[in-house]
């Protein structure tokens, strides 16, 4: 852990210029907490608008009673200068700030999670929660209690005193201990006196207990302890509630955090703003030096194309918001089973692409959906994979990357085997699906196999192939071992099938095509499979057993051990990412 010091910083009086910026947009808005209560906060974003894949800063301003609106406060200055270089910020009053004459401290944890979830539904996942004062010890609660992996990060301005300690020294042990007296004879004997410390600091007497009395959480030094996210700490070297050695106190008990940096400010005292641009220089630096910059918009655009039969398809077009060399590789992207083209792998991995600078194409098709898993046929979906790569021809790109995930990769190696597509030069692999039929024999058995398969026959004779629903029982089988690709699963659950008696034979019948270790081999381009150990269609190493049918030019990832990726690669976003282009760099080179 490295400690910073900044020397040179100019008097309180000091004018220090802005730093030189693009423009910024503010916004009042509410959030709604899930108690009820609407609270203002201010959204501070680029002019450009909200770019949900920026870390964004959710400020807490300093003392009860004090808005995030006060010039002095960071919950202000700072948030416009992260704004004016890309990021976006949420500065938000909490319930203390109106009522905390009777909220116990901990109610502001529902009012921070409240704003992470704003954020949120917007489509932000990564935040730096940012205190001034009392604001960092609202950010420390929030982090024990909550342990919400959304947040990466905490800055603490002018860190706040241990309320309870600060305020017995300076009342004094008598007065602090009558009061403490007073506040717990109300408690238990139901009056509503109020505890007046003065200066319009006054409480409900359960309240002042909770904020002040000697067995209250609101010591940020006993806080500091559980926090295990890289910490900023800053203050001013001339603020009378931070006095000489308090960052290095709280930076040594912080001894869970990987990176926890103090700046002082000599000369400055409470009011950090006097030096609004050389801090907001060094937060910048800081949040950059722990991988929480700004990353490029990515412009996304709705399309449309047309299958052979006449059939309309939509999708979603991804891009770098610069120039894009038409040269480079671009992806065309096939969702999973019941998935769609914008939620889940389909978006995050589209996104992420396209901030590292290529165009990715996250393609619709007729089996699309939950609707179009119930319904739709292997054979059909080739035809709309033409469409698209044809739609991605139109657009000037003439190298490909196929990339499926789940049953996508199914349908790209049926497509790309059949076809020869010369647009697809390689294919990547997401949690690869396995041979279906097989598959299902080994979890319903041979016997209940039998009767569904008899079942979906008779419904096709009779004409009722698009109509008849296959409801059959189909159990997990017990997961598979091999010591090859050791996997860390829990106990098998029983599911079902749903889908009509046509979709059920295209895909799990005797018959089917859906034999993915046969499909790979007719691939012929390079491949990358990836995989993890807390997936259950990874059982019994079947990604070793799929990179070995597609040959030579296939390779495999695998992310093992206790904490592996799942299926939905949750929590593996950027190294699935980072992998990727790393293979397609060493495969397709320029």
Known sequence: MLALFVTGA??????VPRLSSQPIAQEVITVTTPDGL?????????????????????????????????SSDASRFLAEALAGQGYVSLSLETRLTARYAFSRFDESVTDVKAALDALASRGTTS???????????????????????????IIMASPSEDLADAWRKQAGEERYWKTVDQASKAVNDGERKLIDLGGGMIFTPSVFLD?????????????????????????????????????????AIAFLSKNVDALMYPGVGRDLSVQHDGIA??????????????PARVQTQIVSATAADG???????????????????????????????????????????????????????????????????????????????AFMGSRGHRNLVGLGHAVGSLWLSDYVGKTKDPRIKAVVYLAPMRDLPKHARLAMGEDRYARTVLEADEAVRDGKGATHLIDAPFPQTVYEEDPRQPMFLSAPGSGFTYYYADAFLSYWGPKSKA??????????????????SRDPMMQGAFLIEFAEAAGPKAKYIFYGGPGGAPSSFEGYEARVTDDILAWVTQTLPR
Do not use: C
């Open 10 to 15: 100019g008097a309180q009086t000091a004018v």
């Open 311 to 389: 059939t309309k398809l939509d999708g979603v077009y991804y891009r770098p918001s610069t120039y894009v060399d038409p040269g480079k590789p671009a992806f065309i992207l096939a969702h999973g089973w019941a998935s769609d083209v914008m939620r889940s792998t389909s978006h995050w991995l589209a996104q992420r692409l396209a901030q590292h600078g290529y165009v990715v194409l996250s393609m619709q098709h007729r089996g699309s959906g939950f609707k179009g898993t119930v319904s739709g046929k292997m054979e059909d979906v080739p035809q709309d994979i033409a469409a698209w790569s």
């Open 211 to 251: 904020w002040y009395g000697p067995t209250a959480k609101t010591s940020l030094t006993a806080n500091m302890a559980s926090l295990d996210k890289p910490v900023l700490l800053l203050a001013g070297g001339n603020d009378p509630r931070v006095p000489k050695g308090r960052l290095e106190a709280l930076k």
């Open 38 to 70: 609407q609270l203002p906060a201010v959204l501070t974003t680029p002019a450009t608008g909200f770019n949900a894949l920026s870390p964004a800063v959710v400020f807490l301003p300093d003392g009860p009673g004090l808005s995030p609106i006060r």
């Open 515 to 532: 034999m993915h270790t046969q499909l790979i081999k007719q691939v012929g381009v390079p491949i990358l499979a990836l995989g993890g």
């Open 127 to 153: 935040v730096v929660l940012a205190g001034t004062g009392l604001g960092s010890l609202q950010a420390a609660r929030y982090m024990l209690e909550t342990t919400d992996a959304r947040v990466k990060a």
């Open 281 to 294: 220089s060094d937060v910048l630096k800081w949040l950059a030096g722990n991988n929480l910059n700004v």
